[in-house]
Nanobody
Framework: QVQLVESGGGLVQAGGSLRLSCAAS????????IGWFRQAPGKEREGVSC????????YYADSVKGRFTISKDNTKNSMYLQMNNLKPEETAVYHC????????????????WGQGTQVTVSS
């Protein structure tokens, strides 16, 4: 049974940092493209970042480049998202996910994702 469980969200002031964690089970994380997306109330899902299983390449939404870093620890079957210099408009529920598409494709598809962790950035 595939499961993804996020942690590490919370309330932070604008300009602050958070590190999200995602523990995966039921599959070997290293064999799949994996990533993070976020969804704010009333807004569409937004892909934030992903890691390609084939070569470890990382991809970021333009809005987070230079501030967010995605990583994974295969020994723990876990992935992470370090978020720096957070902005109020980035308040959302952040989900880790397994991809059913390539990272760099124009249309990213997810086949499994976790319940999410709330990130609230105050101004």
């Amino acid at each position: 049974q595939v499961q993804l469980v996020e942690s590490g969200g919370g309330l932070v002031q604008a300009g602050g940092s958070l590190r999200l964690s995602c523990a995966a089970s039921g599959f070997t994380l290293d064999y799949y493209n994996i990533g993070w997306f976020r969804q704010a109330p009333g807004k569409e899902r937004e892909g934030v970042s992903c890691i390609s299983a084939s070569d470890g390449s990382t991809y970021y939404a333009d809005s987070v480049k230079g501030r967010f870093t995605i990583s994974k620890d295969n020994t723990k079957n876990s992935m992470y998202l370090q978020m720096n210099n957070l902005k109020p408009e980035e308040t959302a529920v952040y989900h880790c996910a397994r991809l059913d598409s390539s990272c760099g494709s124009g249309e990213i598809r997810y086949d499994y994702w976790g319940q999410g962790t709330q990130v609230t950035v105050s101004s």
